[in-house]
C-alpha cells in the first residue's frame, strides 16, 4: 500500500513537470543552445492543465527562476531583452493553457449540474405521477423542487374563499402549511402569471424582507389555474430564467398530474351523486324504508375500514349500498308494499328484484363488478339457503357479505310494513343467532364489537345507552 501510494504521488502532474525542467535543464545547460530554452515552458504544462488558474501561482515562478538560472550559468550573461524573448512566449502560452483547463472545467461542472437536474426531474416526475391523492402530489412535487437546490423555501399556493392558502412547503415556509399567508388582500388573478408581485404574498413574513423571490403559475390543460409555486433564497441574487425553466418543468407535470386528479374527482363525485339519487328515489317511492340507505351507506363503510379494505374498494361497497335494491323500481306497489305477509307466488316475484338490479346496472359502464356482485349477492346466506344462487361461505364475494350484516341490521332497527322496529337487545341477540346462518360470523363479531364500543357512539344510528342494552330480532328478513 505505501509502494502504490508512493508511485501515486510520483506521478502526480507537479512532480512530473518539475522533473522534466530539470532533466530539460540539464540537457539544454551542457548540450543545447541557449534559445532551445524557449521551449522549457512546455515541462510545466501538466502542471497547469492539472491546477489551471491556481497552478500559474507556482509555474510562472518556477519559469522566471529557471530561465534566470540558465542565463546566469555557467557565466553570468544576463540579458533582459533575451530574457523577456525567452520568458514570454512561454508565459502566453501557459496562460491560453490555463484558460483553456478553467473553461473546460466550467463545461464539466455545468454538464454534470445538467445532468443532476435532468435525474433529479426525471425521478421527481416519475414520483409526482405515481403519487395517489393529492395531498402526496404537492408534497412530492415541493421535495423534487428542493432537491433541485435552486431555493431553500418553497411552498405551493392555492387560493381558497379569495385568500392565499399554503398546501404544501419547504424551508421556512413550512410553518405555514395548511394555513393562509398573513397577507390576505391579493387577487385571485395572481396566479394566472408570473408577472406580479411575490412580495406581496410574504410581505408578512418577516424573514422574507431579505429574501429574493420568484413565483411559478401551475396550471392545467387549458392553462385552468390551480395556484403558484414561490421560490425564495436568502440574499439579493435574483433568480435566473434558467432555474426558473427547471421549477417550470416540474410545475408542469404538477398541474397536469393535479388537475388530472380533481377532474376524476369531479367525476367520482358526480357518480357518487348519481348513485345516491337512484337509491333515494327508491326509498320516495317506498316510503316506510325512508333514510335506509343513508343509513347502510354509512355502516358498510364503517365495517369496511375495521376490515382494512382500501378506498377504492370501499367506494365500489358505497355505491352498492346506494344500489342494492334499485331491482325493487321493477316490483309493483301491490307487491312492495302489500302490509301482510307475501303468498309464496308474491314471494318469488320481491326475490326477483336482485336480480332484475343486476341487469338493470350491468348496462351502466362505469360500474364495477364488485359493486353488482353486491347488488346481486347481498341476500345470499352464510349457510346456502339465500338467493338468487343458493351460494355458501365465502363463495359469497365479500362486500355483499359485508352489505347483509348492515342491510339485516338496519331492518331490525326500522320499522317494516311486515314489522315493528326491533330493541337494541333483540338486534344484538337476533345478529348472534344468525352467525353461522344468514351471516357471516366473522364480520358479525366485528360489527357487533365496534357498534358496542364507546368509540361508536357519535356513528352509530342509535343512541349508546341503547348499545348497552343489546340488539335482536323476532324473525329472519326476507
Do not use: C
Not at 190 to 205: K, M, P, W
Amino acid at each position: 500500500m505505501a509502494s502504490s501510494e508512493f508511485m501515486r504521488r510520483f506521478h502526480h502532474p507537479r512532480i512530473l513537470s518539475l522533473m522534466g525542467l530539470l532533466v530539460w535543464g540539464l540537457i539544454s545547460l551542457w548540450f543545447l543552445p541557449d534559445a532551445y530554452q524557449v521551449f522549457s515552458f512546455i515541462f510545466l504544462i501538466p502542471w497547469v492543465w492539472h491546477d489551471g488558474f491556481k497552478g500559474l501561482v507556482w509555474a510562472v515562478p518556477i519559469s522566471v527562476g529557471y530561465n534566470l538560472l540558465e542565463l546566469l550559468l555557467p557565466s553570468p550573461a544576463l540579458n533582459p531583452e533575451s530574457l523577456i524573448i525567452t520568458l514570454l512566449p512561454g508565459l502566453i502560452a501557459l496562460g491560453i493553457v490555463a484558460y483553456l483547463r478553467e473553461r473546460d472545467r466550467r463545461t464539466q461542472a455545468e454538464l454534470e449540474q445538467n445532468l443532476r437536474f435532468m435525474q433529479v426531474l426525471e425521478q421527481g416526475s416519475l414520483n409526482i405521477s405515481a403519487a395517489s391523492d393529492p395531498l402526496e402530489l404537492t408534497d412530492t412535487a415541493m421535495e423534487a423542487l428542493f432537491n433541485l437546490d435552486i431555493a431553500p423555501h418553497i411552498a405551493f399556493v392555492r387560493f381558497r374563499e379569495g385568500k392565499p392558502v399554503v398546501v404544501s412547503a419547504k424551508g421556512a415556509l413550512s410553518r405555514y402549511r395548511g394555513r393562509h399567508l398573513p397577507q390576505q388582500k391579493l387577487s385571485t388573478h395572481a396566479s394566472l402569471s408570473d408577472a406580479f408581485t411575490v412580495g406581496n404574498y410574504l410581505e408578512g413574513i418577516p424573514e422574507s424582507a431579505g429574501w429574493s423571490t420568484a413565483a411559478v403559475p401551475v396550471s392545467a390543460r387549458q392553462n385552468r389555474p390551480l395556484g403558484v409555486v414561490i421560490l425564495a433564497r436568502e440574499g439579493s441574487r435574483p433568480f435566473q430564467a434558467d432555474e426558473k425553466a427547471l421549477a417550470t418543468s416540474l410545475s408542469r407535470v404538477l398541474g397536469a398530474q393535479l388537475g388530472q386528479m380533481e377532474a376524476l374527482k369531479q367525476q367520482e363525485d358526480a357518480y357518487d351523486g348519481t348513485l345516491r339519487a337512484l337509491g333515494l328515489a327508491l326509498e320516495w317511492r317506498d316510503h316506510e324504508t325512508q333514510g335506509h340507505t343513508k343509513r347502510v351507506v354509512a355502516w358498510a363503510d364503517r365495517l369496511a375500514q375495521d376490515l382494512g379494505l382500501n378506498p377504492l374498494t370501499r367506494k365500489f361497497l358505497r355505491w352498492g349500498a346506494y344500489l342494492h335494491d334499485i331491482g325493487k323500481l321493477s316490483i309493483p306497489d301491490g307487491i312492495l308494499r302489500k302490509p301482510e305477509k307475501l303468498t309464496p307466488e308474491e314471494w318469488e316475484v320481491m326475490k326477483s328484484h336482485v336480480t332484475m338490479g343486476w341487469e338493470m346496472l350491468s348496462r351502466v359502464p362505469f360500474l364495477p363488478a364488485e359493486t353488482l356482485e353486491v347488488v346481486r349477492y347481498h341476500h345470499e346466506n352464510w349457510d346456502g339457503s339465500g338467493y338468487p344462487n343458493g351460494l355458501r361461505g365465502e363463495d359469497i364475494p365479500l362486500l355483499a357479505r359485508v352489505f347483509a350484516v348492515v342491510d339485516t341490521f338496519d331492518a331490525l332497527y326500522s320499522t317494516r310494513p311486515y314489522k315493528r322496529a326491533w330493541k337494541p337487545a333483540e338486534i344484538l341477540e337476533e345478529l348472534k343467532r344468525q352467525r353461522g346462518k344468514k351471516l357471516d360470523p366473522k364480520l358479525v363479531d366485528i360489527f357487533i364489537q365496534h357498534i358496542t364500543s364507546p368509540a361508536a357512539d357519535k356513528a352509530a344510528p342509535l343512541k349508546a345507552p341503547a348499545y348497552r342494552e343489546g340488539l335482536a330480532v323476532e324473525n329472519p328478513l326476507p
